[in-house]
């Protein structure tokens, strides 16, 4: 298939561990959409003190092109399908792009802190609100709105309770239609993967759906309880704006 700069994109701003892989999985089963696996990675590493701490870093560096500038073209180049989905996390913008979010629908994702912090402190211990998500998703909705960029809100306990209305309404406020091959895929690895699949896809990976929403019952690490504070308060706006 031929090319073309004429392309519906899609911006997932995500934070880490939110089930980003699985909706990027799922809009991988459209024969209409080509996805991308967190194209800023390498740019973010290269300019960040996370290529300090981050599995993988100098190997991610060395898999795909560090120039923020030049995967930003790319990302706004000719695309081989009508839909383009971009799985990025929020805190890889090295700046919030409004001439980027502006080419397309931004879909921030979110997750309950209470949930997602320990999951991200089994891979990165004692992460910083820099690297969790919720400060620089709170900052990007207010300029998105400030600029009047389009943008929607997904939580994915939301999602995962019930993930074919959410999905529908998505598919609605992106400006295309929902296709029912999004709810399931076959379980194992995609091509698209980046080289950091191994540090964190392991689920999703087994997986060949979205999951049954199930309430964490483990006790909540003690040494994370600050920063579940610090986060908590940006994760009850966002919450308050997701798709339901």
Same mark, same amino acid.
């Given at each position: 298939?031929?090319?073309?700069?004429?392309?519906?994109?899609?911006?997932?701003?995500? $934070?880490?561990?939110?089930?980003?892989?699985? /909706?990027?999985?799922?809009?991988?089963? +459209?024969? !209409?959409? #080509? *996805?991308? @696996?967190?194209?800023?990675?390498?740019?973010?590493?290269?300019?960040?003190?996370?290529?300090?701490?981050?599995?993988?870093?100098?190997?991610?560096?060395?898999?795909?092109?560090?120039?923020?500038?030049?995967?930003?073209?790319?990302?706004?180049?000719?695309?081989?399908?009508?839909?383009?989905?971009?799985?990025?996390?929020?805190?890889?913008?090295?700046?919030?792009?409004?001439?980027?979010?502006?080419?397309?629908?931004?879909?921030?994702?979110?997750?309950?802190?209470?949930?997602?912090?320990?999951?991200?402190?089994?891979?990165?211990?004692?992460?910083?609100?820099?690297?969790? $998500?919720?400060?620089?998703?709170?900052?990007? /909705?207010?300029?998105?709105?400030?600029? +009047?960029? !389009?943008? #929607? *809100?997904? @939580?994915?306990?939301?999602?995962?309770?019930?993930?074919?209305?959410?999905?529908?309404?998505?598919?609605?406020?992106?400006?295309?239609?929902?296709?029912?091959?999004?709810?399931?895929?076959?379980?194992?690895?995609?091509?698209?993967?980046?080289?950091?699949?191994?540090?964190?896809?392991?689920?999703?990976?087994?997986?060949?759906?979205?999951?049954?929403?199930?309430?964490?019952?483990?006790?909540?690490?003690?040494?994370?309880?600050?920063?579940?504070?610090?986060?908590?308060?940006?994760?009850?706006?966002?919450?308050?704006?997701?798709?339901?």
């Amino acid at each position: 298939m031929k090319a073309s700069h004429k392309c519906k994109r899609l911006f997932l701003w995500s $934070g880490p561990r939110n089930i980003s892989t699985t /909706l990027m999985y799922s809009f991988a089963q +459209r024969m !209409d959409t #080509v *996805v991308f @696996d967190e194209p800023l990675y390498a740019a973010y590493l290269s300019n960040s003190k996370a290529i300090n701490y981050h599995p993988g870093a100098k190997e991610i560096i060395a898999s795909m092109p560090s120039s923020y500038q030049s995967v930003i073209s790319q990302m706004l180049g000719p695309q081989k399908k009508p839909v383009a989905f971009f799985k990025n996390m929020a805190h890889h913008l090295l700046k919030n792009d409004f001439e980027l979010m502006s080419k397309g629908m931004n879909i921030i994702l979110t997750r309950n802190p209470f949930e997602m912090l320990p999951s991200f402190d089994k891979v990165i211990s004692n992460p910083k609100i820099e690297d969790v $998500g919720y400060k620089a998703h709170v900052e990007l /909705l207010r300029d998105l709105d400030s600029n +009047r960029i !389009d943008y #929607v *809100v997904l @939580d994915a306990t939301f999602l995962l309770k019930n993930p074919e209305g959410v999905l529908r309404k998505l598919c609605k406020s992106c400006g295309i239609k929902f296709d029912s091959n999004m709810l399931e895929w076959t379980a194992g690895s995609r091509p698209e993967d980046g080289v950091w699949a191994k540090y964190w896809y392991d689920n999703v990976h087994r997986s060949t759906g979205y999951q049954p929403y199930k309430e964490k019952t483990d006790s909540f690490p003690k040494h994370l309880l600050p920063l579940l504070k610090e986060c908590e308060g940006f994760y009850s706006m966002l919450q308050s704006k997701a798709l339901k």
